[in-house]
């Protein structure tokens, strides 16, 4: 019985640990390590959500390019780096560019808010913060990222799809017309020539049939979309 429960509690501990692998990360950046403090107990105590910080730009950028969190907390007034110059670093990698930021800020001058917005920020909060606004908008923006992943993903497995279905098409294709081909010059020797002309011209058909799916830059878009 004893033998029972250790596997039985082991296989609960398994399934926890899954669970919270699979919670939405956030990335807390601030310099303020009370600011730190307080918005990691707001959000892990929803238990919604895997929670990591940073006190300073370089620091963020580091975690955001080796974790790939799902969200991104970022305070604007940091020394050394602000957060505009970290969401600014962020959206030119595409890497990273797809990650939705919301700004933690004490500004509350308009061209300041509207500033970050251009830089890419998707929302802003004021300090001091209303947990339950901060939740709210950590929610609805992580539901709309999970959302555009979940599309892009589909698509991509669409494409992926097409791409075999349109091999195998070709393949077929390929071996019917050299077996028409083959079958000919067998009858009459004197269309050899006209024989090694289809070869070509079905070897031009596969090159031209290679889809954009060989370019690199879209393997990289596929495995950002997946993981």
Do not use: W
């Amino acid at each position: 019985r004893r033998v029972l429960f250790r596997s039985n509690q082991f296989n609960i501990n398994l399934n926890m640990s899954s669970a919270i692998k699979n919670l939405p990360l956030i990335l807390v950046v601030d310099d303020n390590p009370i600011n730190l403090r307080v918005v990691g107990a707001e959000l892990k105590h929803s238990n919604k959500y895997r929670v990591i910080f940073a006190s300073n730009g370089p620091d963020a950028l580091e975690q955001a390019n080796s974790t790939i969190p799902d969200l991104i907390l970022l305070d604007i007034m940091m020394p050394d780096m602000s957060g505009y110059e970290v969401c600014r670093t962020l959206k030119e990698n595409h890497h990273t560019h797809n990650i939705p930021i919301i700004f933690l800020t004490a500004m509350s001058e308009i061209d300041d808010i509207v500033e970050g917005l251009h830089l890419g920020g998707a929302d802003y909060i004021t300090k001091p913060f209303n947990p339950a606004i901060l939740l709210a908008r950590v929610d609805t923006h992580l539901q709309l990222h999970l959302a555009r992943k979940r599309e892009q993903r589909l698509l991509a497995q669409e494409r992926i799809y097409a791409y075999q279905d349109g091999m195998t098409q070709m393949r077929t294709e390929i071996l019917h017309n050299l077996g028409n081909t083959i079958t000919v010059v067998d009858i009459n020797n004197s269309n050899r020539q006209n024989f090694a002309q289809q070869v070509i011209q079905l070897g031009t058909a596969i090159n031209n049939s290679i889809p954009l799916l060989e370019d690199p830059e879209q393997h990289n878009q596929i495995k950002q979309i997946i993981r």
